[in-house]
Structures are given as C-alpha cells and as structure tokens.
C-alpha cells in the first residue's frame, strides 16, 4: 500500500476516518470489493494519496443490485407510513449536520475546494436537501379523475415509486450530488445503488456511515466506490434496475442511454453547460462585475452551470472585463485547508491538463489574456489561475465547448436588437443555465423567455435552493433535479378504474 499523506491542518476525526480501512456498503453491511482491488484516492493540493478506497466491478455491482431489489420487493421501506419515511430522512439531516465540520474538511481535502466554502454551502445545502424532501414523504398523492364517456366509474390515480434506481454522480460537488440523487428517491420509497465519482468518494463513504446510523433499512441505499468503466458501465446496464440517474459530461450521458437501452429502464441526466452571462448597459456595473466573476470562479469553474460565456454591451464592456481581471488577479490560490484559500486546485492532473490545454488552445487561435493563463506560479497542485480571455469568436473551442475550470471568453455586443443577442446566447449545443444583468425589468423577462435553458438568473448567477428545480434543454440533459419536479425522477403513475354499475 502507498504511503498516505494527510495534511496536518484536518482534526483528528477526519484524519482517522481518512486512513480507515475503507468498505464500501452493500445490504447493510460495509465489505471489501469481491476481487480485493483498491485504488487509490488523491490530494488534488499536492498529488500525493490519501487513502485507498474499494474498486468495485461487476460482482460487486450485482450485489448491490439485488440487495436493493430484495430491498424493493420484500422490505419494509417502500412499504412504510410517509411520515416514518420523512422522520428518518430528518434524522439523517440531522446527523450530517452534526458532522459538518467533518464534511467541510472532507470535501476539501478531496476534491480541493475551500473548506470556508464547504462549510458554508456543501454541507448546509446537503441538510437542507434531506429535510426538503422529508417534507415531501407525506405530500406524494394521485388524483380523483372525472370520466368523460358515459358509465358510472370511479377512477383515480397512484404514484408509486419506480424500483431499483442506479444513480451515478460527478466529482465536483461530491456530497451535495449524493443529496440531490439520494433524497428524492428515498422520499418516493424507491431503493438506491449509488456509485460515487472515484476521484471524491471520501464524503460518500462517511455518509454511507450516517446512512445506516439513522436507520434506513438494510439493501435501501448500497455504495459503490469504483471506475466508471467497472462499476458505471454495468450498473447503468443491469437488468434489475429500473431507472438510472445521471449527473456529469454530455459525453458519458450519451454512453450511458446506450447502457439503459437493454431492458428500456428510465434515465435521466443532469449534463453538461456553457452557460451565457448577459450583461446590459443599464446594470448596476459593480454588482454584475462581482457576480459574473463569481458566475465563472464559484468553485474553480468546475460547476455545470458556470457562466464561461461573458456577453458584455460594449459601452460598459472595458469597464466590466477590468473589473472581472482585477477580481481574477487577486483571488488567493492555495490548497484549500488553507484559511487564506480563495480558490483551492482542479480536482485531478487530467481535469487540470483539460484547462490548462483549453487555454493554449485559446491563445493559439488568437485570443487575449486579461487575466491568468495556463502557468499558476503554485508549485505543487493542480492549480489554475482564473482566467478571462478577450479577442475571442464564436468558432473557437473555448467558447463552443465546456471547459470545466476557471475560465472565461468575454465578449461584446453592440446589437440594439435583443433578440440577436438572444440568439447569440443560444448559440450552443447546451441549455442548462444563464444569467441576465440588467434594470430593466422588461428586458430581463424578455430575455429570460428566449433563454433556452432550464435556469435564468436575473442580477445573480449560482443561486441554488432545495424548492428549484434544476436542469437542462438540449444537450444538457433530461428531467429535473431538485424542487417537486424531481419527484417525477423516481414515481410511476397507475391509473386505477372501477365500474360501479351493478
């Protein structure tokens, strides 16, 4: 086994759970990989191993899969009261945030971001999630429908929940995805396979711990920690699931349908963006200054969502592109442990070679650097500096592809026509979010409306609430998470019919 390097700034808990032999949890019970394989987990501040996790392959798949059919078919969860089903989620809210501190750290040291940051938006939007959706246990109802032919009849419908959902989730909101997919399913009294991202499962895997501390029933939720290639690809393909959920690239959402098509189990997908920010020469400039750059930089650009698009009216668009550079320039890169970290590393050597060629890419095809490049002065790490590109055209591929990192290509517009500027923004395959700067309250709404994309910020970009439903048009995916519309994700509706003619 690899020597283990842990930064000495985490408290003694984490640091212990850390170095744990780690098991994943499969019925119940925390076990080995059938095969004995582990792999191992990386500091993206330093890129040295932590720990080593199991590697799950299709054994182990199968074994958490027919846990969580028993699970669905002869356990009591999908069998209980709502309300017994909503206490517990609360309970396990509960315990999570009792671990905050204990998360933060985890987060940070594992996927690199703050921990300021974790600590004051992963975890709190974690808790809210499960207690959100405890609320929603006891509000799950069908219909009493009317018939329109004649006849006396009695006919209403039921939601029941789907089945067995395999639920796969990104690396770079590493609990908060397990919130997002874990939450609603249990609400509808679904069973859950859950395979974390190998690069962050360290958050996973604790809260796999809390999972069974809170009592959920054995087989109800199972944990894998693997590859996608040895764990995903037969999980998203196994024929005891009856829905796969989604969230990462457009990429291996496309591989993914290909998998779910043997026995047409329902997919959703929360993919991919190359989200648009619109500002307008009316806007208070200060305030859309700081919120792009935070559109862009909110956690090193490694969010779906993030506003790597800057659309600028060119009477303001010096003004806006100074003010957004200066932010950049001055953002503290440092591991993310660090109380003086503003942006910590790029979760892996492959996501920081992505940038960081995206960058030269950019510079080659003639863009101007206004702030950052592709060399971050740290000398250990992943780190990029944030970055804002100027001089760019829409034929380039920062600007047409997703780069998933600290990274900008602003962009003035001079049109007196909005709707060229709309079409502007919806000049991509994606349609996930958007933001739109400005005080008039007609143009906001205007544009909002020929937005295609499932979110529009009006003078904010990233805001998130457990009651917003989330995702997108076109390539960036199918369905919704978050709010009540997710709640569509994991439910069947039956329609039931009773002749009352005697």
């Known amino acids: ?18 170095t744990t032999d780690h098991r994943m949890l499969i019925d119940g019970r925390f076990v080995a990989a059938a095969s004995g394989k582990r792999f191992p987990v990386y500091n993206p501040a330093n890129g040295e191993v932590i720990t080593q996790v199991p590697e799950a392959e ?34 396990l809210a509960d315990l999570i945030e009792q671990h905050t501190d204990e998360f933060a750290e985890l987060e ?25 959706m405890g609320g929603w246990t006891t509000k799950i109802t069908g219909k009493t429908l009317p018939m329109g032919m004649g006849g006396e009849y009695h006919s209403y419908t039921l939601r029941e929940p789907v089945g067995v959902v395999a639920q796969i989730i990104p690396w770079n909101f590493p609990l908060l995805m ?10 509808c009294g679904c069973t859950i396979v859950l395979k974390l991202a190998e690069q962050t499962p360290l958050s996973g895997l ?65 993919l991919g963006g190359k989200s648009p920010a619109i500002v307008f020469p009316d806007a208070n400039i200060d305030l859309a200054v700081s919120g792009t750059a935070s559109a862009i930089f909110f956690n090193h650009g490694q969010c779906c969502c993030a506003g790597s698009r800057l ?42 070679r992505r940038v960081v060629g995206y960058i030269e890419s ?26 804002v590109l100027t001089n760019t055209n829409p034929r380039m591929k920062v600007v047409q592809e997703e780069i998933f990192g600290p990274v900008v290509c602003a962009v003035p517009f001079g049109d007196k026509d909005v709707d060229a500027i709309i079409r502007r923004a919806n000049d991509t395959i994606y349609g996930l979010a958007a933001s739109v700067w400005t005080q008039n309250l007609t143009m906001a709404h205007k544009v909002a409306r020929g937005i295609r994309a499932g979110t529009v910020w009006i003078n904010c970009h990233n805001v998130f609430d457990a009651a917003l439903p989330f995702g997108g048009y076109k390539q960036s995916g199918w369905g919704r998470e978050k709010g009540e519309e997710v709640l569509n994700n994991y439910l069947e509706t039956k329609a039931v019919c009773l002749s009352l003619q005697s």
Request: charged content about 25%; glycine content about 10%.
């Open 58 to 91: 299709a054994e182990d798949v199968n074994r958490a899969v027919m846990a969580a059919r028993r699970a669905f078919d002869e356990g009591p969860w999908p069998r209980m009261t709502p309300s017994e089903r909503g206490r517990i989620l609360w309970k």
């Open 311 to 352: 659309y600028v009216h060119e009477k303001v668009f010096d003004r806006v592109v100074e003010g957004v550079s200066s932010i950049a320039s001055e953002i503290k890169l440092a591991p993310g442990l660090d109380p003086a970290c503003q942006m910590g590393p790029l979760v892996s050597d492959e996501q920081y």
């Open 178 to 187: 397990a919130a997002w997919k874990l939450a609603p399913a249990l609400a």
């Open 206 to 270: 604790r809260l796999a711990q809390l999972i069974v501390e809170a009592g959920i029933p054995e087989g109800v939720v199972n944990i894998l920690t693997g590859y996608g290639e040895g764990a995903g690809a037969p999980l998203a393909a196994h024929d005891q699931v009856d829905k796969v959920a989604f969230t990462g690239s457009t990429e291996v959402g496309k591989l993914i349908l290909q998998a779910a098509a043997g026995n047409l189990k329902k997919v959703t997908l929360e």
């Open 1 to 18: 086994m690899a020597t283990l390097s842990i930064d000495p700034r985490v408290s003694v808990r984490t640091a212990d759970f850390v």
């Open 362 to 387: 950019g510079i080659a095809e003639g863009a101007r650097v206004a702030a950052g490049g592709p060399v971050s002065g740290v000398e250990r790490g992943y780190f990029v500096r944030p970055t």
């Open 108 to 132: 940070s040291l594992d996927n690199g971001k703050p921990f300021s940051v974790a600590r004051v938006g992963d975890v709190p939007l974690t808790v809210d999630m499960f207690r959100y």
